[in-house]
């Protein structure tokens, strides 16, 4: 088997300095620049990746894996081992990088062309494929300091994807642009791909990652956990972050907030035996316990759960005010169930949010985000694409029926 | 680090960055590229007036041309000078100036102060050519030396190039560099006669340290430049065997340093930047 990249015991190391000495006083009166401490990012790590295949990354923040995609594009040189890669190497680490904002949408084609290593004559053939993919023909005139930031990228894109690389490396930039050219992008990494090119790409998406990677290589602390068919990577890796992570890791960084009048004090998944558990099927019949405290007397309160997937995406919020319900005025401790008479979630590991707001909607008294995990195991309906199971069912209608 | 089929295909990269340089300057202003010609001739009119009409200065006579003319005598050196003094600041500055594309391509990074210089160069030699046709207008026949100033040109350039590849990653590494120039090429244009004719240094009276003060100031390689861009195009003649001498030893000397700072230094660039 050709391989495309060969990595053999690379390490790369950062200096993480306590205080910055970029001014050459400090540095003659220390005589050296600062002290710091060595990070090994990324550590005697092995890896050959195939040509052809589409090979992932995943890990978690400061794992090492842009360190290493940036090692593979050669802007970082590793300080040991080695790293093989045959044919032309285009990365896509952040778009636009290099766009020059005083001059026109096709100077920087040009430009950035140049810079990530095209020929004019290349350019030339390829400038009315690059304007038309970036959707910017009325645009192309114009100096890019007046593009909104979503054409900058989409540019850049166009750009950077038109290489022609034999080895794509790809940063989390897979989302830009609206929908039309997010398809756009898709269809062009189907064709690379189908014409044989070798794609890398660091993603936190594991859904996507499960789906279009051929390979998957987990990184944990700058060494390789784990390399080897996707859904198992991915599986070991969210399991292992799930057990280490102890309460769920909150994204966007204020995991509770809330003025107190009543608390949220857990919300659980209860079977159809009444039982909490952690586990269920999709198709199950469950309810989503909320428990809370109310300190004091409060008076029209709204209660709400939110079902999120690992990768953040919201899936669903219902809560009792927008049901219909009016709940009377509450004191001490209870809870409410939204019952669940089939669970459409599909297969996979989710969190929980839980929330007590007043009747407006703007003031919460506890909000507790994605707090609480648990897991949905195959069921029925068995079905694995998507986000949720509509719960439908199938009819098949033959249209020639020979009547006698 | 770079290997040469890589340089030779960066050359596309070197005329696009090229490009950037010189269509960047000076848009959005209405006089736009004679902007490049009227700040070396604002620059020729003030000294004129404070060290010719104020503080006497005579301009040499040319030999052998007997030229007589403080502007054209000034114009000589400054244009040459200007190289020099632009091509260091701007090139300390290329680097930091493109860090943001530095952190997320690779291509070869020495090509970002090859078109910093290439792109003054092509400045430099519209103002050669203006004072050329200056020259011409008062009867100095500079025709015949244009080949040998452009062998100048390409000296002085490649000098240049040396230092700011130097300067452009220490600037990287120490921030102070930048500021420190500034400083630097004050001193360094005072001590070159740029406003002043040699023999005015020449005739000074040092007593008896006059041998090691004209040492010291024979040492400076741009006496030795300017002087050689003087002959040519002042007094008409051919710069001496020495000043060829010292001008080719100090640009190969500054364009090793510069390559071997540059190659030290690059493979930590995008963390440092």
Known sequence: MNSAVVLDNVSKRYRLYHERNDSLKSSFLNFRRGRYEEHWAVRDLSLEIPTGSTFGIIGENGSGKSTLLKCMARILTPDAGTIQITGKVSALLELGAGFSPELTGRDNVYLNGAILGLPRQVLDTKLDEIVAFSGLENFIDIPVKNYSSGMFVRLGFAVAINVDPDVLLVDEVLAVGDEEFQRRCEQKFADLRASGRTIVIVSHAMGTMRNICDQLAWLNQGRLREVGEPGNVVDDYVEEVHAAAGPPPDPEGGARWGSGEIIVDAVELVGADGAPRETTRTGDSVRLRLHYTAHKRVERPVFGVGVHRLDGIHITGPNTKQAGIELDAIEGSGHVDLVLDRLLLLPGTYDLSAAAYDWTLQHAYDHRHRFQRFEVERGQPAEEHGLVSLGGHWEQMTENVSRL | ?273
């Open chain 2, 1 to 273: 680090m770079t290997t040469l089929s890589e340089l030779a295909s960066s050359r596309e990269l070197l005329s696009n960055l090229m490009a950037r340089e010189l269509k960047g300057k000076y848009k959005r202003s209405t006089l736009g590229w004679l902007w490049s010609l009227l700040n070396p001739l604002a620059t020729m009119a003030i000294f004129t007036v404070v060290f010719r009409l104020f503080l006497r200065i005579d301009p040499p006579v040319g030999s052998p041309s007997g030229l007589t003319n403080f502007a054209l005598f000034l114009l000589c050196g400054l244009l040459p000078w200007n190289l020099l003094a632009a091509g260091m600041v701007e090139g300390a500055g290329s680097l930091v100036a493109n860090a943001a594309v530095i952190k997320k391509v690779w291509f070869p990074r020495e090509t970002i102060v090859l078109a910093n210089v290439a792109a003054l160069n092509v400045t430099f030699l519209i103002e050669l050519a203006v004072l050329s046709v200056a020259l011409l207008v008062v009867g100095n026949m500079v025709l015949p030396w244009l080949p040998v100033v452009l062998v100048l040109v390409a000296l002085l350039s490649l000098f240049v190039l040396g230092l700011a590849l130097a300067l452009s990653v220490l600037n990287v590494y120490f921030r102070d560099v930048q500021y420190l120039l500034g400083i630097v090429m004050q001193l360094w244009f005072y001590a070159t006669p740029i406003i002043y004719p040699v023999s005015l240094v020449e005739s000074a009276d040092f007593g008896r340290w006059e041998r090691v003060v004209l040492t010291i100031y024979n040492l400076n390689p741009m006496v030795h430049f300017i002087g050689a861009f003087r002959d040519c195009f002042y007094n008409l003649r051919f710069p001496s065997a020495s000043a060829w001498a010292v001008m080719v030893g100090v640009t190969a000397v500054s364009l090793a340093i510069g390559a071997f700072t540059f190659r030290k230094f690059t493979p930590r660039l995008a963390e440092e930047l």
